[in-house]
């Protein structure tokens, strides 16, 4: 029997996060190995496990699988939360890149100067509710049904659960005009996998602070 996936990553949510809550959701155990010092990283890339010298990189399967979309989508895949054909994962690839979007303008606001951070967090607050946000509520409308594509929890209802407690952070009240949206995350939130990811205790990582910033600052020279 294979052994858990190990996920190589730092010791805190970055573009492994997602990698985190998807592997949480389908059930799936999994173990990390922290890189808390330049050090770590280095030695992964000496050891050539690291195909563009970039992490995340998990191990799965008997692969060292690197590059963030990647490693999603054979997760997805392999658990069955990809949709049942191609227009579905067509679907889910939309919905699965907006969210991503959405993400990354918040993953990267602690790493931002003061007066940058103020003028990006309005502006993703702006982005969640014109952009993002209207999007997934209209389509939960349109379709009526629980789940964003196939009435079937897939990779798209997981990552727009990640999306929608990230912005929530940044703004508590953000979807105050998206009552559907609002439902959704009770209903996802209480499905028993993504509920125990959700417990304190659990391989969730809290939000990036300046203790934070300041080692991925040196383990990766920026």
Partial sequence: M???????????????ESIRWLLAAAGVEFE?????TKEDLEKLRN????????V?????????????????????????LYGKDLKERAWIDMYVEGTTDLMGMIM???????????????????????RYFPVYEKALK?????????????????HLLEAILMAEECKPDILSAFPLLQAFKGRTSNIPTIKKFLQPGSQRKPPTDEKFVAIVRKIFNI
Avoid: C
């Fill in 108 to 130: 990267y606001l602690p790493f931002q100067s003061a007066d940058t951070k103020e003028k990006n967090l309005a502006l993703i607050i702006e982005r969640a509710t014109t």
């Fill in 32 to 36: 990390e190995e922290f890189i808390e």
């Fill in 56 to 80: 995340p990189m998990v191990e799965i399967d008997g692969m060292k699988m690197v590059q963030t979309r990647a490693i999603l989508s054979y997760i997805a895949a392999k658990y069955n």
């Fill in 2 to 16: 294979a052994g858990k996936p190990k996920l190589h990553y730092t010791k805190g949510r970055g573009k492994m």
């Fill in 142 to 158: 349109d379709h009526g049904h629980d789940y964003l594509v196939g009435n079937k929890l897939s990779w798209a209802d997981i």
């Fill in 47 to 54: 050891d050539g496990v690291l195909m563009f010298q970039q």
